[in-house]
Nanobody, 121 residues
């Protein structure tokens, strides 16, 4: 059973940084591509970033380029999202998901409760 446990969210001011973590289990982490997605209040799921765990190949949604960094620690079976320069519009619940984002119809598999990020002054 795929299990993904997100953590690291919180309430921060605009311009601040947060580092989200996602501990993965129940599948071969080293052979996977992983993603972060988010859901703002009252909105649908929005893709944020994807990475190939072993190679580090990654891509980002335009609205987070040059601010967010997705990376993994294979020894810890953990995916991270370093978020810098946070904006109020980054507020939402962040989930990690199994899979690479190919476009709007990609089915990324979530397996955890997510972690709340609130950016407010």
């Amino acid at each position: 059973e795929v299990q993904l446990a997100e953590s690291g969210g919180g309430l921060v001011q605009p311009g601040s940084s947060l580092k989200l973590s996602c501990v993965a289990s129940g599948f071969p982490f080293t052979t996977s591509a992983m993603s972060w997605v988010r859901q703002a209040p009252g909105k649908g799921i929005e893709w944020v970033a994807s990475a190939v765990v072993t190679s580090g190949t990654s891509k980002y949604a335009d609205f987070v380029k040059d601010r967010f960094l997705i990376f993994s620690d294979i020894a810890k079976n953990t995916l991270y999202l370093q978020m810098n320069g946070l904006k109020s519009e980054d507020t939402g619940v962040y989930y990690c998901a199994l899979g690479w984002y190919y476009g709007p119809h990609t089915d990324l598999r979530r397996g955890g409760p997510g972690t709340q990020v609130t950016v407010s002054s």
